[in-house]
């Protein structure tokens, strides 16, 4: 089951984040169809926010027919967004490891290394792009 992370400084709205990390357990195949969310009172008592967060969260996920909720059950996942590289992820994700251990080795701090991720990668599509 996937757990909750929120972090405060992002200026990203609470109930954007939980969607955001739902679709990313979706791509990365953490997530399953048929597997259920945490209910709105888990992630309420996990997190100390407001119902109405979660419920939104939820709602813009069933939107978008990657959520169904059951009446009395809870919220399952309808759909996945895992690729079929999925099983390409293990290689990739010891291989950016090692890249992040680099880069803290070289002095970058979390923000920075941020930095540098975002700039490559829109840069990288950009030229793909052109």
Not at 84 to 89: A, D, K, Q, W, Y
Request: glycine residues 6%.
């Amino acid at each position: 089951m996937i757990e909750f992370h929120l972090d405060p400084r992002s200026g990203v709205a609470t109930y954007l984040q939980i969607v955001q990390q739902v679709k990313e357990a979706l791509r990365l195949g953490v997530l399953s169809v048929g597997d259920q969310l945490p209910t709105v009172r888990e992630v309420v008592a996990d997190l100390a926010i407001n119902p109405n967060t979660v419920a939104k969260a939820y709602r813009d996920l069933e939107r978008e027919g990657l959520v169904h909720p059951r009446q009395g059950l809870g919220t399952f996942v309808a759909s996945s967004l895992a690729l079929p590289s999925l099983h390409h992820h293990d290689a990739l994700r010891a291989d950016l490891e090692r890249w992040l251990a680099a880069a803290e080795r070289a002095g970058l701090d979390e923000d920075s290394i941020r930095a540098l991720v975002s700039t490559t990668l829109r840069e990288a599509l950009a030229r793909r792009v052109a």
